[in-house]
Nanobody, 127 residues
Framework: QVQLVESGGGLVQAGGSLRLSCAASGRTFGSYAMGWFRQAPGKEREFVAAISRSGGNTYYAESVKGRFTISRDNAKNTVYLQMNSLKPEDTAVYYC????????????????????WGQGRQVTVSS
């Protein structure tokens, strides 16, 4: 089992940048594929980005491709989401999630493929 704690985010003007971090407990962080999701007010939670266990494979939602970068540091048990060129429509609560996959190169974009979730972190982009 793993516990996830997000940090970072906050308030930024459109065009600015923010970075989210997600720290995982336990000694087996490298056994989990990781993902970021977000939920805007009045909307369903949606996929943002995913990364494989090794970090060698990544996948992004079309809406963030070219602006957001997911990365991980397995030595620090942490996954990151660097968000650049932020837009007001990026405003949401952002969640990290973990999938205890046996496949080192796999990434996942469906919410039901993730077993563990963080508590969420607010990101607000003003126009």
């Amino acid at each position: 089992q793993v516990q996830l704690v997000e940090s970072g985010g906050g308030l930024v003007q459109a065009g600015g940048s923010l970075r989210l971090s997600c720290a995982a407990s336990g000694r087996t962080f490298g056994s989990y594929a990781m993902g970021w999701f977000r939920q805007a007010p009045g909307k369903e939670r949606e996929f943002v980005a995913a990364i494989s266990r090794s970090g060698g494979n990544t996948y992004y939602a079309e809406s963030v491709k070219g602006r957001f970068t997911i990365s991980r540091d397995n030595a620090k048990n942490t996954v990151y989401l660097q968000m650049n060129s932020l837009k007001p429509e990026d405003t949401a609560v952002y969640y990290c999630a973990a999938n205890p996959t046996i496949y080192s190169g796999a990434y996942y974009y469906r919410q039901n493929e993730y077993d563990y979730w963080g508590q969420g972190r607010q990101v607000t982009v003003s126009s």
